[in-house]
């Protein structure tokens, strides 16, 4: 397999290596997965994160797998773990299923798995690149811009979705600010996202999740990009938990509210916001050493909003504004 390269991920010299998201910002430390098994544990512990690139990643993983001589029966078994590895991004299954599973009556060959994964890995870069051209037109100068968690390079093989449409109206030389909501209880903002812009430079200010009503209403967020897991066919999308807050706040403030994915999050098999499956994670997360010892914890590492709060959803093959009557099945084709 060929050597690749992006902020989280690397395929290098027959090696597939894992930024640890983890450790960030303070720490760089980059974990080498020798196995689909090991590439679980990395996803299910957020070492690598983000739809499209835990879908990079465990095509990826496979395609390592099988250069090693992996039977057809392990990849098999190897494809099957990966997929429900996190319930909620469907960009992991539909990776997964495009290098191995669609193709069990088919080419399930070594070269087959290698070229399809490597497809998935420069496709996505593609992907970030079209979002960011037709999303960074919404940024203008003097904008105040919100995010929440992180969408950026650190997600995606590529720039990002949300967080690459601002670094891209930043390389044109917009001016504006970026707040940067922290992102309980995990802090991908605070952590991750924070980190990012600091590596490109980009203007920010880092704020709790629970100040972002104020800005709005203070007149210093005009625009909202968020990434998404999973957007339903009818345009209500899973993210981050407190998205839905975030959208709700914007509707009421008048602030426009961008959603930003390729067409590989986008599942039209899901009617809407209410079959997508919301992963519940360990009550450790929240209660971070903070709590009594035992106490209750609701978990969700995901919310929904509804299609009606958004502006517009901003995807690979343009803006597409569910309002004036345009379809998201008309903006998500297929690449084969």
């Known amino acids: 397999m060929k050597n690749m390269k992006s902020l989280g991920l690397l395929f290098q010299d027959g090696k597939l290596l894992v930024l640890d998201q983890q450790k960030l910002p303070h720490e760089e430390v980059w974990l080498t997965c020798e196995s689909p098994e090991q590439m679980i544990q990395l996803i299910q512990a957020l070492k690598i994160r983000g739809a499209p690139l835990i879908g990079v990643g465990a095509a990826l993983a496979l395609a390592a797998y099988a250069e090693k001589g992996a039977s057809r029966a392990k990849i098999l078994d190897a494809a099957l773990a990966l997929r429900i590895a ?33 497809a998935i ?3 996505d870069v593609v992907l970030c690149d079209t ?34 449409i601002i670094r891209r109206a930043h390389e044109k030389g917009r001016k504006f600010h970026v707040f940067v909501d922290e992102t309980r209880p995990l802090l991908q903002g605070a952590r991750l996202t924070a980190w990012e812009l600091s590596q490109f430079g980009i ?22 990009f968020v990434g998404a897991d999973r957007i339903a066919r009818n345009g209500d999308f899973a993210n981050k938990i407190g ?6 706040a914007a509707r009421y403030h008048q602030v426009s509210f961008y959603v930003a994915a390729p067409y590989t999050t986008v599942d039209l098999a899901c009617p809407d916001g209410s079959a997508i499956p919301i992963e ?32 517009a959803h901003v995807l690979d093959r343009g803006v597409v504004r569910l309002r004036d009557g345009a379809k998201l099945e008309d903006f998500s084709s297929r690449c084969t």
Do not use: W
């Open 203 to 224: 203007p920010y200010t880092l704020i709790c999740d629970s100040m972002s009503a104020m800005l709005m209403r203070q007149g210093r967020i005009q625009k909202v």
């Open 121 to 123: 890995f420069d496709e």
């Open 280 to 311: 519940e994670r360990t009550p450790d997360e929240v209660r971070a050493g903070n709590s009594p010892a035992g106490c209750s914890v609701y978990n969700p590492a995901f919310d929904v909003t509804p299609a009606e709060l958004v502006s």
């Open 86 to 118: 996190r319930p909620t991004a469907v960009n992991l299954m539909a990776a997964v299923d495009r290098v191995v599973l669609n193709c069990v009556k088919g080419d399930l060959t070594v070269s087959g798995i290698l070229s399809r994964a490597e």
């Open 243 to 248: 998205t839905y807050t975030v959208a709700l």
């Open 131 to 164: 979002i960011a051209c037709h999303g960074e037109l919404l940024i203008e100068d003097g904008d105040g811009v919100l995010t929440h968690c992180n969408a950026g390079g650190l997600a995606t093989a590529g720039i990002g979705t949300a967080l690459g």
